[in-house]
C-alpha cells in the first residue's frame, strides 16, 4: 500500500483530483467573501449549491450543452439568493433564519422539482453531457506539472483566475471600497453617499451566481448526474473556507486547496482498497473543518457589521 501512496501516478492523480474538489468550494467561498465584505452573512450556501447542481444538470440533460447547464445554474442561485436579499437588506429579517430558512426551502424544493421532472426512481439515473477538459497549447505538454495545472475544467480555471480578480476589486478598486465599507461601517458609509442597500443587493447576486455554478461544477464537471443531497456539505464546509482564510481571497485559496486535498486523499484511499471502514474514511473533511475552526476560532475577526442588518435614517 505505501508503494502506491509513493508512486508519482498517485501523486498527481491526488494533486490533479484535489483542485477540482476544490473548484466548488473555491466558487462558493469566493462567492460568500463579497457577500460577507458588504456585511451579509449567507448560510444558505448549501442550498444554493444544491439548486445550482439540479438546474445545471437539467439544463445540461435537456440541451445537451453543459455551458448552458453552468448559465442555468448561476442563475437559479440568484434567484434564490435574492430571496435572502430581500428577508435580510430589504425586511430586515434574521440573517441566519434567513439562511436556514432557505436550506430548508432548497432541500425539499431540489427534490420535488427533480422526481416531477424525471420520476423517482433511481435505478437508471438520467445522465447529462459533462464538461471536458481545456489543454491549454503548450503548457499542458509540460512534464508533470502540464497535466497537473493545464490540462484542466474550465471552471477550474476561472476559479482559481478569480482569486486576483477579487483581491483587485476589493483592494484596489472604488467598488471594492465601497464593499468595505458596506461591512465594516454602513451608517458612515451612508453619510457620505454609497447607497448600501444597492451594494448589498450587487454582493448577494455574485454570491448567488458564484455558488450556483460552484454547486453546477458538482453535478456537470466531477458527476454527471445529480442526486438528493448531492452537495454532502459543501456549502457549509465553504463558509468555513471563508473563516479558515480570514476573509481574504488567497487565504480563501489555500483554505479550499486543504479541503480539496482532504476530500480527495480520502476518494483516492477508498479506491485502493485501504482496510479501513469508509465511513471514517468520508468523515476527513469534516473532521478537519471541525478542527480548523476550533484552532482559529477567536484569531481572525469578520467585519464589523458582519449579520447585522441596517436601517437607514430617515
Not at 437559479?76 to 425586511?91: E, M, W
Request: hydrophobic letters at 55%; proline letters at 5%.
Amino acid at each position: 500500500m505505501w508503494e502506491v501512496l509513493a508512486s508519482t501516478t498517485f501523486v498527481i492523480g491526488l494533486l490533479q483530483a484535489a483542485l477540482r474538489t476544490a473548484t466548488p468550494l473555491l466558487l462558493a467561498g469566493i462567492g460568500e467573501l463579497y457577500g460577507e465584505r458588504s456585511g451579509i452573512l449567507n448560510i444558505g450556501l448549501e442550498g444554493i449549491m444544491l439548486i445550482g447542481c439540479l438546474f445545471g444538470f437539467m439544463t445540461a440533460n435537456m440541451t445537451g450543452v453543459p455551458a448552458l447547464g453552468i448559465l442555468a445554474g448561476g442563475a437559479a442561485g440568484i434567484v434564490i439568493a435574492l430571496i435572502h436579499g430581500v428577508l435580510s437588506i430589504s425586511l430586515g429579517v434574521s440573517q441566519v433564519v434567513s439562511g436556514v430558512g432557505i436550506n430548508i426551502l432548497c432541500t425539499g424544493l431540489s427534490l420535488t422539482i427533480y422526481r416531477a421532472v424525471f420520476g423517482a426512481s433511481y435505478s437508471d439515473l438520467p445522465r447529462a453531457p459533462g464538461m471536458t477538459p481545456v489543454q491549454i497549447p503548450l503548457l499542458s505538454d509540460l512534464p508533470v506539472i502540464g497535466t497537473l495545472l493545464f490540462s484542466q475544467l474550465p471552471l477550474v480555471y476561472i476559479a482559481f483566475a478569480l482569486v486576483p480578480v477579487t483581491w483587485f476589486v476589493l483592494y484596489r478598486s472604488e467598488l471594492g471600497l465601497k464593499i468595505r465599507a458596506c461591512g465594516e461601517h454602513p451608517m458612515a458609509a451612508e453619510t457620505v453617499g454609497i447607497h448600501v442597500a444597492r451594494i448589498r443587493y450587487l454582493c448577494v447576486v455574485i454570491t448567488g451566481f458564484l455558488t450556483g455554478i460552484g454547486g453546477t461544477f458538482l453535478s456537470l464537471g466531477l458527476l454527471n448526474f445529480f442526486r438528493d443531497n448531492m452537495t454532502a456539505g459543501r456549502g457549509w464546509i465553504a463558509i468555513a473556507v471563508v473563516i479558515f482564510g480570514r476573509w481574504k481571497p488567497t487565504g480563501i485559496m489555500g483554505a479550499a486547496l486543504v479541503f480539496g486535498l482532504a476530500s480527495a486523499f480520502q476518494m483516492r484511499l477508498q479506491a485502493i482498497g485501504i482496510d479501513v471502514p469508509y465511513q471514517f474514511l468520508l468523515m476527513i473533511p469534516y473532521v478537519l473543518t471541525m478542527l480548523i475552526l476550533i484552532v482559529t476560532y477567536g484569531r481572525s475577526a469578520g467585519p464589523a457589521a458582519l449579520g447585522k442588518p441596517f436601517i437607514k435614517e430617515q
